[in-house]
């Protein structure tokens, strides 16, 4: 769960004192290393602002941190058990493997064990976690102005083809199209709900998506349009802006979302993303209720396709709109994120009552 650990000054005491009752029950993920490490690590010290505190190893994973090699976080679970073990030091060894379901079985290893296992010590299976490392370094190589055939090594691709379809999938262009800076950069986003691709301009946020919806690419090349030119990679303010909230998000600080946010749709696409933005965290919407607070009580499908046309996910939070009869419905990034987000906002809600009770009492 997100909001069991101690709050943020403990655990940040704890990780001056290395104290080891917390050991493989928190991990802190340092934002200007990447790297996530046990709260017993002998590594110097990171500032307060730069750390943000996880419950699991599978969480800083699909935060986008590395795990760090002084303090050899996932040490544990693979002493635990051996297959994990082998396979993780399989991983480090040849990251140039394409690892598959035959690899693994080539080892000796059986397939659903091995699954079962990762699931349950990392919430990911070893396939996951094997092919989000490829995606992220070549993405990140791409960002700090490598070149492609470079970036293409460092994902584990032998053929530049298969490079390129991957990142075709993934992002809509092909890698060389994705140059440092332009009008519009994306920028690569780990959460614990899976990495997000940002695009932003200097001054505002203009998309914000998970990596694995399917119409991600589409709704780049829409951006491509709007801006007559391919999009960059880079991290202007905005997206760093819209990191932070959102690791302040996901660490149970706050659910307010200050970033500046580009909206691009038709006026009344527009006006229903407005009318999104509030509803209060914790709380939920009908796709009639939003028709009706707009003053377009008929037009509750036309409510749904605009709520489906939302490219600034979470920030502007489509998924707290449900059905009539309360049932989740329509999510592009998936129903179970949508239920994991109202889950997390419940925690906010239950806080901000118990604040207002305090202060009345």
Known sequence: MFFDLPDHDTLYRALLDRDDRYDGQAYVCVATTGIFCRLTCPARKPKPENCAFRATIGECI???????????PLQAAALADPAIGTLLAALDERPDIRWSEQHITQLGFDLSTVRRSFKRQFGMTFLEMARQR???????TLSGGGKVITAQYEAGFESPSAFRAAFGRLLGCAPASLTRGGLLQASWIGTPLGDMIAVSCKTHLHLLEFVDRKALPNELKKLQRHAKEQIGIGTPPATEQARAELDAFFTGRTAVFQTPLAFHGSAF????WEELLTIPAGTTRSYSDIARRIGKPTATRAVARANGANQIALMIPCHRVLGADGALTGYGGGLWRKQRLIEIERHFKSSKEEIETHVSG
């Open 62 to 72: 699909e935060a986008g941190f590395r795990p760090c090699k002084r303090c050899h």
């Open 269 to 272: 696409t527009r006006r229903v």
């Open 134 to 140: 490829r995606l992220r370094e070549g993405f990140e």
